[in-house]
């Protein structure tokens, strides 16, 4: 799905530019609808932050997940500003250029920031409940290819890590999670599992008690 120019119109020039990046610095692409943003989300940010030895954080509010329904799906600038209500770590940067290149596919979002920034040290973070369905996403292998990955744990996802496609195909690619600090540096396939303080919070939750 790709943002409307309406919506797109309501954003700053500086919500919809990519993030200014030096050379060489370690750089999570966090993306997601963020529908609604909630504490959660932001459990997965910090601790890929702090476990990976991050320089930033790049929380990306896409337009919306081709895989998920849309009919509940709140406007780009309402999960934009929601987004960053939650985040006080300067480092950690909320943006939604995505909607300015029409991006549908994180696959793309992947070519576009190496593409942009090909002198910084990207890494794909996703939480385990994502790690379950990765297989569907268009281009996973390419994604897999092109970035370290970290998946971090959440409440009931764990048995992903032993369950999904994509977790048994990339098996032989994961390293110890003690090395993590440094998979920024591992050129992929790569990708580690970071246990940890879990939320139990979902949007589809929030939205529930929203409804009701």
Known sequence: MTASSAETATLSSADLAIPHVEPGLRVGLFGGSFNPAHEGHLLVAETALRRLSLDRIWWMVSPGNPLKDHRNLRPLAERLAA??????????????????????????????????????????????DSLAGFHRWQDWRAIASALPIAVVDRPGSTLALLSSSAARSLSRFRIPEAECARLAFHAPPAWVFLHGPRSRLSSTMLRASVSS
């Open 83 to 128: 987004s960053r209500a939650l985040v006080e770590d300067p480092r950690i940067l909320v943006t939604a250029f995505e909607a300015a290149h029409q991006i549908r596919y994180s696959a793309d979002t992947v070519r576009l920031v190496k593409r942009r920034c090909p002198l910084a040290r990207f890494v794909w973070v996703m939480g385990a």
